[in-house]
């Protein structure tokens, strides 16, 4: 499969504690978008790279959020002391630079108990 | 400020019941408006880009299309398969990049 691979699909956690999602782009795409949904709502951006560099973060990511993207191909999403607000699908999807077209993958589903 | 509205939040047809689904849009200046499909505890699945008013799109049974203020997303005789929920995104000129503005969805349900 040749699409953007997300792990894990599904994560329960208990509140306080710190999780991390992990997102591998399609290969040769050098951009890469994290975004966040919740139910009956459509996804919300949160940040995005240009290969390993963070250009955009939204004013949706608290100071509990970090990402990363180290040598410009996979990246990780990283909360810290959850709090069931958190409770949310995790998109992550990539495109070309350049090119407008950007590719979800199937999402990890949090949930903070 | 950018925003994204679609309608009706849900949708029931019969099969074989054409119809259409509405994304209205208010931005300052549109680099691009985008159609997903989402299956249940899935991503979105990229179905159309639409750049500049008066273009159309076709895949299968679904047309998009697009003004200077609205696209239409329409659907003719639609299958079962066909069911999911249809988003509606929009990329703003001056805004970022990466950051896609989604309106909620309209839930499809078609019946057999």
């Known amino acids: 499969d040749t699409g953007v691979s997300q792990n894990p699909r599904h994560k329960i956690t208990k509140r306080g504690q710190n999780v991390t999602f992990r997102c591998d782009p399609i290969?040769?795409?050098?951009?890469l978008y994290w975004y966040r949904q919740t139910l009956g709502q459509g996804p919300e951006f949160l940040t995005y790279?240009?290969?390993?560099?963070?250009?955009?973060k939204s004013r949706l990511l608290s100071d509990r959020f970090s990402a990363e993207r180290p040598k410009g191909s996979f990246s990780t999403l990283e909360i810290q002391r959850t709090e069931q607000g958190d409770s949310a699908m995790y998109l992550c999807a990539s495109s070309l630079a350049g090119e407008l077209e950007a590719f979800f993958g199937q999402g990890t589903r949090l949930t903070v108990v | 400020e950018d925003q994204v509205t679609q309608s009706p939040e849900a949708l029931r047809l019969q099969e074989g019941e054409s119809s259409s689904l509405n994304c209205s849009y208010t931005v300052s200046g549109l680099r691009g408006l985008f159609w997903y499909r989402q299956d249940p505890g899935k991503g979105p699945e990229f179905l159309f880009t639409?750049?500049?008013a008066g273009e159309e799109k076709e895949k299968e049974r679904l047309k998009a299309t697009l003004t200077k203020k609205e696209s239409f997303l329409h659907i003719t005789a639609p299958k079962p398969e066909d069911s999911a929920t249809y988003l509606c995104a929009v990329q703003a000129h001056g805004g970022s990049q990466g950051n896609l503005i989604f309106g909620k969805g309209t839930k499809l349900s078609v019946k057999p």
């Open positions: 290969s040769e795409h050098n951009r």
């Open positions: 790279f240009q290969n390993e560099a963070q250009l955009e």
């Open positions: 639409l750049y500049s």
